[in-house]
């Protein structure tokens, strides 16, 4: 709006002062405009297909720790019918206690600059259980930071693998155990049985 301003005054200039707008470079400089905006749109477009055909669940976070935007998948995860449901929500609702102080902390460092990702586990109000969360800082162009842009993928699947091969390798732990304890008496026996058989020499030596 600011630059349609700045055209504006300058078409007023050249309607004082006389002058073309081939002598001003305006016809150079509207093309350049033209072609910035279709540029910026294409890249707009090409943003809004990544984000809508990803799985993952993708937010804008504001300062105030409200849901600013959320994609497709972010919505059927949490049971939102629209984007305009999602507005305003806080995202801290559907995360188990035990994680929400970790979560608070991530965003606070994000808000500060840092990129930082964590292991969370929800509880009500999704389709899912154990997400990996990344918090990313977004800054405008004079480099202030107003939004975090939040991805959450699905890590329930991994968690579940992760728990069988612990109880897999408790189990084989605990077998370990009971034969290396067997074998241990099996020796402590053999020894046993070793000193009765020389006792037994000794006294038919006798």
Known sequence: ???DRIL????????????????????????????AERLKKEMEEKYQIL???????IKLINK??????MNKSGLEEHNFKSKEEALGWDPLESISKEYQDKVKSALQDAFLGKTVTLEIKHTHGTNRDFCLESFVPVRDTHGKINYV???????????????K??????????????????????????????????????????
Request: glycine share 4%.
């Open 165 to 206: 091969v612990l109880r897999k390798s408790q189990e084989l732990e605990r077998f370990t155990r009971l034969v290396v304890g067997r074998e241990e008496k099996m020796i402590e026996l053999k020894k046993k049985i070793a000193e009765l058989e020389k006792k037994i020499e000794s006294k038919q030596k006798i």
């Open 64 to 69: 105030e720790g409200k849901i600013e935007f």
């Open 1 to 3: 709006r600011s630059f």
């Open 8 to 35: 504006i005054s300058l078409k007023l200039a050249v309607k004082k002062v006389g002058l073309t707008k081939e002598e001003l470079k305006l016809g150079k400089i509207l093309e350049e405009k033209k072609e």
């Open 149 to 163: 842009f939040g991805v959450s993928r699905y890590i329930t699947h991994i968690k579940r693998y992760e728990q």
């Open 51 to 57: 984000t809508e055909s990803s799985p993952d669940c």
